[in-house]
């Protein structure tokens, strides 16, 4: 069985969690007070079907239902336990249930691996006790899992706090919720059905000491109901199952929206003692999230006006918008923003300004965004004729219509709004002022009924729309072969190249660059040199002028050792410069294990750049790419992907950088060969596929000649894992 | 009289217009669908206690008030008048009040500058026919102005279309509010009364014929009435004014927070056909801003949460937040936030985790954020004394409140949170998650009467508290004398020099450095050299190495002609450069006035930056300072100010460019002398203040050495106005 056949076994493993026919509640109360009696309520009183067995050694009946002292002792099948008992419990509790046939667990008691010590210790035992007999669980310390479809509200928020989702009757049940904060995701969950999305189901993941946030994703890639998933994230442990699920998503045309947090180190902080998940660089995540098509949202609001985005089957294909305002100054923000987000403010075409001025000959001039009040008081059908014209220009992508909280437009404009809506295959997107008021949820709830989305906020709702224009790019564009393989007897003589290293050990630049041209990456030609005799008969080999380099395996930054000497033309010059690299490095670093210095070929003149092999916790070997110098070292410049790496990622590295505008070319020189840089990206991306015992690889630089002359490495250096 | 004292004069003539006695209302109507009878309205209706005027030929009473057919019939004095007539008729009716001895006037009329041709002469006609007889006025094309203090709302939006601000109660009435756009000022206003925020005044400013933004500023700042001025600006014509103002306001601490579009010219295009007001660059604006402590939000939303923190007198002079939050993932996301918004999340010192591990001894440990949640459930007081505990704490500048909704939050924490409040001296704010409903509403409004901001939304939340602590630093830091003054004998020199120049003539590079050197800035040493032979000699006279550099007027940039040639170290290089250089200029830039080359003394390596004076339509004379090389060229990583520029502004721009850590030194530097390149900025400065016919002037490199070794010019390039 392969890695995703396995993967979607266990998401099908998930589905008596889901949709049991039968419930043993263990520690079942009367008490709303108590997880055990909330959770009882709600399977009595939501509509649950399927059979429901209380578990509570002290009672012989809870709310009419005969109650029982095991669940060993239910006469029948039990296909899904809810435990909520106190910690020292669980695990004897587990062992019954597995005596029992239970297929899974929801489990609510807190005290494991959240709290530390002791706690990750059972939480251990837990795990190994349920693995060994294929057991499923939902957490411990989660909030349970909600079904919107069979009713099946598993968790311990009563319905009655008004803290607890409930879809609102036309909501369309699509989206799947799920959350590695209970607590919080409540109150995102409960906000969601305000504002009218509704849900297929919600899950709190928990400590995620079995079943992890990767597995309740691929369940509901593969599941009929939900067409679109939504995520709160802490931190996950294993990447490449996430890929994995991510690319189901990306086949399935599920989008999949995860507000991630932990972005800074103070936050990780939190994150790490609230679910003991391991919270990796947020670079990373923020890249592997890009590459995979999976959107981030930077806040609730926004997730929230991306799901309303796709509830509404928005398609979003370009990024150029007109903007019709409630008011001169509403039009400006606007433009504002949408350029601020990415998006372009439409350039109307000279046919639709001719076609707008004989409708509206009073008006001097009609520019994009369009201040819709005025046509609005003169004529009521007016807005929409307009509307309709602008609809049919082919510079617009998009209808973005801003206005006020809702007493500020007429009931006649939002009926023309839901007509113009079906006389054009172009998106329609209301966006509203801050300020939400009763009345607002209402005016969005209602629309969005009739497929329009409203969006609260304007700074959200730009945001959102350019990640669904973004999104829907990535999902439309084709899927790419991601291999540059080398020849057997390359890889094999690599192979046999690494074996010789130790772990934490590091290559010398000759073997390292051995290796890149294995992988077909051109290096700069060189010779080793003990003495300055040699390194000038090296030179003379070479041709002048040459580069002389400490060669050095303690020595890592060459330059700021002053261990480095361009551009020598003659035997003098190479001489002399020998001299004073040993002499620089030794003062450097005294006692360096110095073997000599390269004499290396001075390359013609080009841009240099860094293209690099990194190692991650969480997703494992990224590849990374940066211009040389200050933009690296003092901006952090650089951007980065999760290896194996696609060629569309490559030239999206490329174009992700800030300084990216200089590969195109500066002070008059022609543009780089960013093709010669896609190239040794996706090498090294192969390599590190092949020899995943790399550790870290740096190219420093690669020097990048103009377009079509390639690019060389001057410098390598290798380390193992 | 100066220049300060002739705006605040012009500030006290406003008076008539917020607080006129009696009030003629032209083209007063029974109907409430036009401004005429609208404004009516308001005056009889909202408590407004001055006479008023019905001025209307076609009637003889209006709402039984005795109607007067023109102004110059009504027998007693009128103070100001309201006009809301056809535009044909406003010159006329301006001469009939001028005529009268009106003061001042609000004038509805749209038609003028905002439509273009024809409207701009006549709004100019009517500026000059107010300007002769000194009257004010405000408009035309405004929405008019709404007096808190007297209940004169001279507003053309009827109160009861529940889109009309009204103070709530218990609003403290403090803050005024001026917009360039009358329709979304209003939602904007009306949003904040929502929130229990409470307006002294509300001015649209129209299209300013005669008053403009400034001039309501300087109002706003000497009434008494007014402790906060808010505004929404799109442009302003004359910066120099609002320079002035802010610095008023600085004086009086009264804090400024104006919302600016604009940013981007697809809307700015908008902006200009909205007003008729000149869009400036947004990066002077924003630099502007900054260097007068106008407070700049991003959104309304922001500027609602400055405001609301402003008038709660929320006072916060450090940035290290103590979050408590209502879940985990809550607290998790409220630390990514703050650090986002550069606010630092307080680490807690060893006698507050001591103190509260008495009180909390079954939490393993207590970090910040603080998930209170848990506390809350053992004991309503214990949350409370935890709160205290932290607020005691040394390293907590402010403590932060986090939940969702108030259904989320009992009513008891509530009124800890105020208990909390009255007990600590540290400012107290409660941040509430979006998804506004009544209920939010009403709670922000209920903690807000006690003196504890609450704002919606997160996002702006962390930006408006890091906006208040800037300005607080701000406000509080001393005002600096701005001048390094040169002797008399000096600036006649350069005087005599400049004199010489035509507009828009260019200074040749060796002039250009005399004037630098007459201000105290070193430069390069060098001669001219028409010939190699000469070159050799200038090169001798310097001492080897030097540079050959093009000395033409014709070419600007010299490295892109590769027409600069670095360390020449002997004759043989000197001659042979000569010629390269001359024959690159000459393919370069065929027919270029070449004048020869310059030899120049070879610097110290050290780094590249540059500084430099620009002009802007608005502000006038601006300095800017960047790093040499891609990062200005390619980054735009550049900072600005407006001269005059005083010391701490100077070292604001080295800190504000994004590059900032270069000049802290790097790859095993050290530090650069930044205290020199504040030096030449401030003396910049001084230099175009002296003599602003200078247009444009660039030190293009700008040597840096490290700490104590200074800066020298290398280049230097000026335009003449």
């Not at 336990?81 to 910690?87: H, K, P, R, T």
């Not at 010789?500 to 992988?519: N, V």
């Not at 070319?665 to 960013?674: A, H």
Request: charged letters at 20%.
């Amino acid at each position: 069985m392969n890695e995703l056949d396995e993967l979607r076994s266990r998401a099908r493993g998930l589905i008596p969690l889901f949709y049991p026919s039968s419930i043993a509640v263990i520690g079942a109360s009367e008490e709303l007070s108590k997880p055990g009696g909330i959770v009882l309520a709600h399977f009595l009183e939501d509509g649950f079907q399927g059979k429901v067995f209380p578990v509570n050694h002290r009672q012989k009946e809870i709310k009419g239902l005969q109650c029982y002292p095991a669940v060993l002792d239910i006469p029948e099948q039990v296909d899904m336990a809810v435990i909520a008992v106190a910690v020292p419990l669980v695990k004897g509790i587990l062992q019954e249930c597995i005596a029992k046939g239970v297929k899974g667990a929801i489990i609510f008691s807190s005290g494991f691996a959240e709290v530390g010590g002791e706690g990750i210790k059972l939480q251990e035992e837990l795990k190994k006790l349920v693995n060994e007999h294929k057991m499923r669980i939902c957490g411990p310390n989660c909030m349970g899992i909600m079904n919107y479809n069979n009713n099946m509200m598993a968790a311990f928020t009563y319905s009655g706090s008004g803290n607890f989702p409930v879809n609102s009757p036309q909501a369309s049940k699509t989206i799947c919720f799920l959350t590695q904060s209970g607590g919080f995701g409540l109150s995102v969950a409960v906000t969601a059905v305000s504002q009218g999305l509704g849900f297929s189901y919600y899950v709190s993941t928990g400590n995620e000491a079995e079943s992890d946030f990767s597995d309740f994703l691929a369940f509901s890639v593969d599941d009929p109901q939900t067409s679109i998933i939504a995520g709160y994230m802490e931190g996950i442990r294993n990447g490449k199952k996430l890929a994995l699920v991510a690319d189901m998503a990306r086949e399935a045309k599920k989008p999949v929206v995860i507000f991630k947090t932990g972005r800074y180190e103070a936050s990780s902080r939190a994150a790490l003692s609230h679910t003991g998940a391991l919270t990796g660089s947020d670079m990373v995540y923020s890249s592997f999230f890009r590459q995979k098509g999976i959107i981030r949202p930077e806040s609730i609001e926004e997730l929230l006006a991306i799901l309303t985005l796709l509830e509404t089957k928005t398609i979003l294909q370009g990024e150029k918008a007109a903007i019709f305002a409630s008011s001169g100054g509403h039009g400006v923000i606007m433009a504002d923003k949408c350029v601020e987000a990415g998006l372009e403010v439409a350039t109307l075409s000279e046919e639709t300004l001719r076609k707008m001025s004989k409708l509206l000959p009073s008006f001097a001039s009609v520019v994009n965004p369009i201040d819709f009040t005025g046509m609005d008081l003169i004529s009521q059908s007016l807005f929409k004729a307009c509307a309709e014209i602008v609809a049919d220009d082919p510079e617009v992508d998009m209808l973005i219509f801003s206005y006020w909280v809702p007493k500020n437009i007429e009931e006649h404009t939002w009926e023309q709004l839901i007509q113009l809506k079906n006389s054009t295959s172009k998106p329609v997107i209301a966006i509203i002022m801050a300020g939400m008021t009763g009345a607002a949820l209402e005016h969005m709830v209602h629309l969005k009924r009739q497929g329009i989305p409203v969006i609260a906020g304007l700074d959200f709702a730009v945001k959102a729309i350019k990640k669904i224009v973004d999104y829907t790019f990535k999902v439309n564009s084709a899927r790419q072969e991601i291999i540059r393989p080398v020849s057997f007897l390359e890889k094999e003589r690599v192979e046999k190249m690494l074996a010789g290293y130790s772990p934490g050990a590091r290559l010398s630049e000759s073997q390292a660059k051995e290796i890149l041209l294995a992988y077909g990456i051109p290096v700069a030609r060189e010779r080793r040199a003990a003495t300055a005799r040699e390194a000038v008969s090296a030179a003379e080999q070479l041709g002048y002028p040459v580069v002389l380099k400490i060669d050095s395996q303690d020595i890592l930054h060459k330059t700021e050792a002053r261990g480095i000497k361009l551009n020598l033309a003659s035997a003098g010059q190479v001489e002399e410069a020998f001299k004073e690299i040993l002499a620089n490095a030794r003062k450097y670093k005294p006692g360096a294990n110095i073997t000599g210095v390269l004499a290396q070929e001075m390359l013609k003149e080009g841009t240099e750049v860094i293209v690099g092999i990194g190692n991650d916790p969480v997703f494992g070997s990224t590849v990374m790419f940066g211009l040389g110098g200050i933009l690296v070292e003092q901006l952090g410049d650089v951007s980065l992907r999760v290896a194996p790496v696609c060629e569309n990622d490559a030239w999206e590295m490329l174009q992700e950088i800030k300084g990216h505008s200089i590969l195109d070319g500066m002070r008059g020189k022609p543009p780089v060969d960013k093709r010669a840089i896609v190239e040794v990206i996706l090498k090294l991306s192969q390599l590190v596929v092949d020899f995943p015992q790399i550790a870290e690889l740096d190219i420093n630089p690669l020097i990048v000649f103009e377009e079509g002359r390639g690019a060389c490495a001057a410098d390598a250096l290798i380390v193992m894992k």
